[in-house]
């Protein structure tokens, strides 16, 4: 950099904040900067900003950065005021979410070299003078990452986190069961990982013309791989929610121990199609407590007060086409062997509830044929009327329709698109989705926690394609999930995208989508999909 430089426009970041009030001049971060303050923030900002600019913005009792606690001042959990005069840079906040997100804002407005793992320059480093008043819309702010159908290094996933963090997101959803993967170690029930963690093949594609790749694939997390994603999440203000799917999406369990299903004495394989699997648990008591057994582990590995159950897309064919599961309904008072759906999920999540836990599910827990229990929490992805459902029965609901926030969608009509599946779903899109629609009844408005993007991956096979499925798209969703409407105009969001936040993501190393569409190695020839 040279001495000419101007710093960016307070007005830069992304989430857009609630206020902005640009002034003159601009503060210098050099050798000479020292921090202060009763946050955590104010640790997070020197070692990972400090270090990124190659300053080490020493503590002193008299700092020229100061991180405040003030919920007198600050009202709204989450909250920040920040304050950049050509002296000093003050930040005011609710509680310690608010001061870290009041960091992540300041390492916007420092630029894109700020976001590098080592410094590349030697300053100076300007911060744009001007007030901010910032506050999220929603407390649920949440993105789902898919690790069963495509194994994510660790490493990935920390730098997921990083990503989510960067954005003011404040949960990741790890999907870590399904039918063609089972991914987190279980002390005591080795072949979950020993079997269930490997397949043989993937298929490649989609539709009818889908192939199939004749390459083992899987890989799992150990319970400290975990430990250590959730403490870095905590160090990044995110809450890691764990979802083991019951009792569909369970054939990876089921070929690792085939007593928990409806065939005993049949050995099935992980599955290496994608889809919806016929295979479920069966509802034996064994069952459940194998199950009760799984969970009591998670939650030894994840404090999150939410803990996911799945519950989606159980297919009743197996249930209804077994005696012993016939014979089963019938003993637990059931009018149909489909309503074991509803039976199964119940005792899950009761087991949860009873270990202080609140459980989180997709909206077929609806349908599963019992009522749920209090507390229960629903994932409205079919539409939004699974959100409308939940909230007229008295429950909270997170907003994440799969045809406006799946972000493993297809981006455009184009041939040149990669394996397009699913709906067209573009940047704008995304950006219109509104999480309570207006004229909303009041009980949706009450019971809507917040919104949270999906990202499956039967298609997105490496990191570098879950870059370009996610960015900038994700963008895009964290200013549906923090700003206010008030302040939401999708050209002057794009505006903001281009001119400085995807410098930002290049310095990070995001393998985005451009703006115009798939570079010629983002694409996929020959690989068929299957568009919606």
Partial sequence: MNSKVSPLPLDSVVPRPAVVRPGGGSFVLDGDTTLAGDSAACGWFRRHVGAAVGLPLRESEHADITFLIMPEEVE??????????????????????????????????????????????????????????DRPRFTWRGCHLDLARHFMPKREVLRFVELLAAHKLNVLHLHLTDDQGWRIEVPGLPRLTEVGAWRKGSQLGAGPDAGHLERPHGGYYTGADLAEIVSYAAEHRITVVPEIDVPGHCQAAIASYPELGNEPHRQLDVWTGWGISEHVLNAEESTVEFFRRVFDHVLSVFPSPVICVGGDEVPPEEWERSPRCVRRSRQLGLSEPAKLHGWFLRRIIEHLHARGRRAIGWDEMLDSGESLPAGSIVASWRDEQGGVRAADAGHDTVMCPEKRVYLDHRQATGPEEPVPVG??????????????????????????????????????????????????????????????????????????????????????????????????????????????
């Fill in 423 to 532: 709906f067209v779903n573009t940047l704008e899109d995304v950006y219109a989705y509104e999480p309570v629609p207006a004229g909303s009844p009041s009980a949706l408005s009450r019971r809507v926690l917040g919104t949270q993007a999906q990202v499956w991956t039967e298609h997105l096979d490496s990191p570098s394609r879950v870059d370009y499925a996610v960015f900038p798209r994700l963008c895009a969703f964290a200013e549906v999930a923090w700003s206010s409407t008030a302040v939401r105009d999708f050209s002057d969001f794009r505006t903001r995208l281009s001119t400085e936040h995807l410098a930002r993501l290049t310095a990070l190393g995001v393998q985005f989508r451009p703006l115009w569409g798939p570079l010629p190695w983002q694409q996929r020839p020959g690989v068929p999909g299957k568009p919606r």
């Fill in 76 to 133: 709204a959990p989450e909250g920040y005021r920040l304050d950049i005069t050509e002296h000093e840079i003050r930040v005011r906040a609710h509680d310690e979410g608010g001061a870290h997100y009041a960091a992540q804002t300041l390492r916007q407005l420092l630029g894109a070299e700020a976001w590098r793992a080592a410094p590349t320059g030697e300053g100076p480093w300007l911060l744009p003078c001007g007030g901010i008043e």
